[in-house]
């Protein structure tokens, strides 16, 4: 890469225009020389729920190679860490067409700046699909949790849907449901890892556009996600799929409220296209 693309961890906080917001995300902008094991290392001294490496470029089509890393084990495809890369390479490189090649397969990011210079960024997932959730993987997942049958939000059944990485969607009854997150971090994820899920997509419909997530990620060493770009997208492939964006739509999710990281992400679903849309601002975290 260019010499302006420095190899150090660039500490970013995606979906949100506040430092002190949104879900933050390391960034290595020159990870061509780093393997996996020296990738796993850096995440994992970071401490972030994911860091981005860009391993491959082509800098004249704009494309390049990510792999993402929690603490615990690479992800094939991190939503809020892609924001945050992209963002970052916008800044040294200029706004515009990225192509990013995941381990899920290839993510287009459009970058673009506001009035103010503000840096946004949407990326297509991957097409998304989506399937109801067995009794055993619904009730491992409630005991897990210390949720019970009567939690839920019969209209939203639950679905173990894909965006690039598989999430379980459950949808909770109430906001106070949703609110009260006190589960068994040992046990969720060990039921996590055996069903190959990455998070948990919980969610509270306070109207047809507009949702409340927490995303657990035992998985990956972390407790809590502020904002996941990943389960975002799978969720919009599940609206679509039980035709609740039966003519296009776009729903804004808040997450991070309850942790204290308020995070904003736009999810725009085409009822004909299996990708998603997800579209957010990321700003650098100072250190």
Known sequence: MTSNLTDSVLHYAAFTADPQGGNPAGVVLDAASYDAARMLAVAADVGYSETAFITEHDMDERRFTVRYFSPLAEVDFCGHATIAAAVAL?????PGLLVLDTQAGEVPVLTVADADGALHATLTSVPTHTRPA????????LAALGWKQSDLDTELPAHVAFGGVQHLVLA???????????????????VMRRHGWTTLQLVWRESDDLFHARDPFPVGGVVEDAATGAAAAAFGGYLRTLGLAPHGSTVR????DDMGRPSL???????????????????????
């Open 134 to 141: 067995s009794g055993t993987e619904l009730s491992e997942a």
């Open 172 to 190: 909770a009854a109430t906001r106070a449901r949703l609110a009260d997150l006190d589960y068994d971090f040992d046990a969720l994820g060990e």
């Open 253 to 256: 999710i808040h997450q991070g």
């Open 90 to 94: 916008a800044e040294r490189i200029g």
């Open 265 to 287: 992400l736009d999810v725009d679903i085409d009822a004909a296209d299996p990708r998603v849309r997800v579209s957010g601002q990321a700003v650098p975290i100072k250190q």
